[in-house]
């Protein structure tokens, strides 16, 4: 079985925003069925939040914008952010196999 890996970046938000919002958003994540093996993490270097998903199938295209959808309404939902506003960029898209998500 095959699943597209979406990769999902998060400007504008802060280390301690992230943070208090963390676990909120995992939550919101994996109570969505749909959404297999969401990770979520802060990225030191870049400054931003990186949200990883997986959706069963396998056009790339369709999967990465209705990723993209996802995340920013978990992300909108579950963090509290400053008024000067946040930017979401899809990163990459791939094809997986079942074991990758191991």
Not at 55 to 84: H, M, P, Q, W
């Amino acid at each position: 079985m095959s699943f597209v890996q979406a990769r999902i970046s998060v400007f504008g938000l802060t280390e301690s925003e992230v943070r208090e919002g963390m676990t909120d958003l995992l939550d919101e994540l994996h109570q969505r069925s749909w959404i297999i093996n969401p990770k979520a993490s802060w990225d030191t270097e870049r400054e931003c939040l990186i949200v990883t998903t997986h959706y069963e199938g396998t056009n790339t295209e369709l999967i990465s914008r209705a990723a993209l959808d996802e995340v920013r309404d978990c992300v909108i939902a579950c963090l509290k952010f400053s008024s000067r506003g946040i930017q979401f960029d899809r990163e990459s898209t791939s094809i997986v196999q079942h074991a990758d998500l191991i």
